[in-house]
């Protein structure tokens, strides 16, 4: 069961094999079992959890069930869940019970999915390892001396190791994709607008968006399915009919042109990391898919780009942590300033408080046209290359992430080594068009992600690609050796 | 519905010199005050070295020619979407649970230092 697909689980808690109380169970067991292993989960509340399977399990004996009643998942903590301790993975948020659900939760709740607990994350889901993270860093279930990526690295690290069926994530920069990738599973995120960002603690809200994180493509559609959607409670939601993103997983890929950026398929790749997705691209080529290259000219300014743009709306967003409404407050202090700088120089760690100052310098006052507004127009000629290069082709294909999972402490001393490892994803954030990662090969036993892009609302033609290749392949159902 | 951002682009700024200058523990200690994050001398230390290296990696857009380029501030060209200007999710239940995580409050209020004496 706990190697069953999102459908599989569904089917026998349908035809009665297995009632949401027994997975909820099985689950919370692994939990126990292996938490402590990789830091997955950062709070666990059984009773909450087996509560919300006996309701789902009484939802299904009056005939009300939903596609996904009764099957658990669980949330990064970056998303408030009523009543639910939710801590961002910040000690300035260590002590905050959500007084209300976020728009993912909430659907995810009225769909009679079961909640596990809250997912370990970087602090404000800043960082690219886990290692930022108040409460500990997360283990790699490949490999537990190395990280499992960030910012949604527990999330990954618990579907990985079969502490979940599916997750919830979040996406800034490539913040679903990269641990997807380290972690060998399929991550998506959705165009911008598509998901509702209400109750989800913001970081860079012009760039910020949820998505589902589990094994296969058809998984992340069926999760996607149960919390995208228009939500007036979010002022840049898109007001869109209700999508199904499982529609065209069927849809043989004969035709498919995917685009091959000139940029990111050069002699600078890593040798092992490029072998993996030519072989990746030979297996679509024998689906019927077709290569061109393209080209994304702007492309290498996506990362100075996006360390201007997120900071400086990470300063502003993060400003509401002041130790009067909610959160942390300094013990000792002399005035209202003094409580103020006190409080966040120690609430916050120390990644926050470096892009806090970024954000504060590109913001201020003889900076703003050459840093902020700079990197807008930067920004503007980076989408402009994606629509240009989807003139040529349906999707494009890149590595998701330099290299496999690092070790520990091998980034975290130098911020721009850490910032430059996500050139293949940020761009596609900048953009707001959707984007994917999917395992496509190992390289010493480590996962390697692909990333597949595609234009604004093409989110079901990237999972029927990927649905399809993972009908002929087998990477996404390899389970690390010590959970198996 | 972004005047600002239709201002014309500023040339004078486009040809300053690629690194201005390091940064210097004053130019920190300003920063971390518009902050309003506390830092210590040897937290200034560390961070004025990370701050030249991200900004040694930024200064590269500058050089970019973008003359004519629209500023682009989110994802989808849309407008902002306006509701009508009602309550719509407050009550005293909600009003006291939220209460409850303030560090300091009273009578539905939350507590602050004196501000004036």
Redesign the interface.
Known sequence: MIHASLRELASALETKQVSSLELTELFLGRIAQHNSTINAFITIDEEKSRAAAKAADATRAAGNAGPLTGVPIAHKDIFCQDGWRTTCGSRMLEN??A??NATVVERCNQAGLVSLGKLNMDEFAMGSSNETSYYGPVRNPWDTGRVPGGSSGGSAAAVAARLAPAVTGTDTGGSIRQPAALCGLTGLKPS??TVSRWGMIAFAS??DQAGPMAHSAEDCGLLLNAFAGFD?KD??S??RETDDYTRSLEQPLKGLRIGLPKEFFNADGDAATMAAIDAALAEYRKLGAETVEVSLP?IG?S???Y??IAPAEA?SNL?RF????????APE?S????????S??QG?G?EV??R???G??VL?HGYY???Y?????????I?NDFDEAFKHCDVIASPTTPGTAFKFGEKSG???QM??SDIYTIGV????IPALSHPCGEINGLPVGMQLIGP?FSEHRLLNATHQYQQATDWHRRTPALFA | MFPF?LRP??TN??I?PLHIMAFTPED?QR?????????GPEQVD??LG??D??F???????Q?D?RD????????D?G??L?EDKVSDGSLE?RD??LK????SEAGL?L????IE
Do not use: W
């Not at chain 2, 920063?31 to 994050?37: D, S, V």
């Open positions: 905050f019970i007084p209300y911008y607008g012009s760039l007036a002022s840049t898109l007001e702007s300014q990362v100075a780009a360390y201007v300063s400003s002041d130790g009067v409404r909610y959160g942390y407050r202090y005035d209202l300033n003094d409580m103020y700088a006190k966040r120089a916050f120390d408080k470096r806090i100052l970024i504060t310098y201020s046209d050459a840093y507004l700079q990197a807008q127009r930067l920004r503007r000629l989408a130098d911020p721009v910032y430059l954030n900048l953009a707001g604004y | 951002f682009f500023n700024l486009a300053l920190v920063l971390a005050k518009l902050a309003r994050i506390e830092l560390a961070t990370h701050l290296n991200i040694g990696m930024i200064a590269e857009l500058r970019i973008t380029i629209m500023p682009m501030a989110h994802a989808c849309v902002q979407r509701r909600q649970r939220c995580l303030a560090p300091e939350y602050v230092p004196k501000v």
